[in-house]
């Protein structure tokens, strides 16, 4: 079964300081994919970044990188620059299989880590 | 271009009520997805829906329905409603393709409290 681990239930960095949240996931799929969601307390969640099981490279998005080590089973997410808005929950979550081979779009989440950027 | 709309934003109900929530995709999405999020379980799961059919369902009991329409819109549905049901209630829209990263975009969410 799919699992994603969060170690950190919160962080704290300073504004301009750069953060890893730390993600950790388990799957016997080949084929997943692993996104990063934020949500602040307003409750959306906004995507940030993703990364497939193939790709190559590390995945970035502006001031977001994902740290992708497949063997260790881990994809982390760097903030460079903490900005004070960057305050809220962060969200890892995965999903298994291929679409066109009759793979749901399920997303898999870990607890989050609640992130506090101070001034 | 309109992202997820989900209403109503907030709820409130009595336990053994019915609760009918609604989703409205990014227009060309075609997949919907229902998650509930509580402090003590996290987010999970409810159900997937492609081209109005269930694609795939979370470990939730049958109190809780839902069906996607022809334009995409879906609808959950909570039959007699039970304290712990109180959660908010995500939709998420993608446009799937084979090969493609798939991603989910929320909604905001609809926040019910069951009395």
């Known amino acids: 079964a799919q699992k994603i681990t969060q170690t950190q239930p919160g962080m704290f960095v300073q504004e301009k300081e750069a953060v890893t949240l730390d993600c950790t996931y388990d799957?016997?799929?080949?084929?997943?994919?692993l996104f990063w969601y934020k949500q602040p307390s307003s409750g959306e969640m906004i995507f940030l970044i993703y990364?497939?099981?193939?790709?190559?490279q590390n995945a970035t998005e502006g001031r977001y990188s994902l740290n992708f080590q497949k063997a260790r089973k881990s994809a982390n997410l760097v903030i460079s620059a903490s900005q004070l808005g960057d305050s809220a929950m962060y969200f890892c979550?995965?999903?298994?299989?291929?679409?066109?081979?009759?793979?749901?779009?399920?997303?898999?989440f870990g607890k989050g880590t609640k992130l506090t950027v101070n001034p | 271009k309109a992202g997820v709309t989900q209403t109503p934003r907030y709820l409130i109900k009595t336990r053994g009520q019915q609760v009918t929530l609604s989703c409205s995709p990014i227009?060309?999405?075609?997949?919907v997805s229902w998650y509930q999020q509580t402090p003590g379980q996290g987010l999970q799961f409810l159900f997937e829906?492609?081209?109005?059919?269930?694609?795939n369902k979370g470990n939730f009991p049958g109190r809780f329905s839902g069906r996607q329409f022809s334009n995409s819109r879906s609808e959950m549905n909570v039959s007699t409603l039970e304290l712990g049901d109180s959660a908010l209630y995500l939709c998420?829209?993608?446009?799937?393709?084979?090969?493609?990263?798939?991603?989910?975009?929320f909604g905001a969410g609809t926040r019910l409290s069951v009395l």
């Open positions: 990364q497939g099981s193939y790709d190559q």
């Open positions: 998420a829209s993608s446009l799937p393709q084979a090969g493609g990263a798939n991603i989910q975009y």
């Open positions: 829906y492609f081209s109005e059919t269930q694609r």
């Open positions: 227009s060309g999405h075609r997949s």
């Open positions: 979550a995965m999903r298994e299989g291929k679409w066109a081979q009759g793979g749901s779009e399920k997303l898999v």
């Open positions: 799957t016997s799929d080949p084929s997943y994919g």
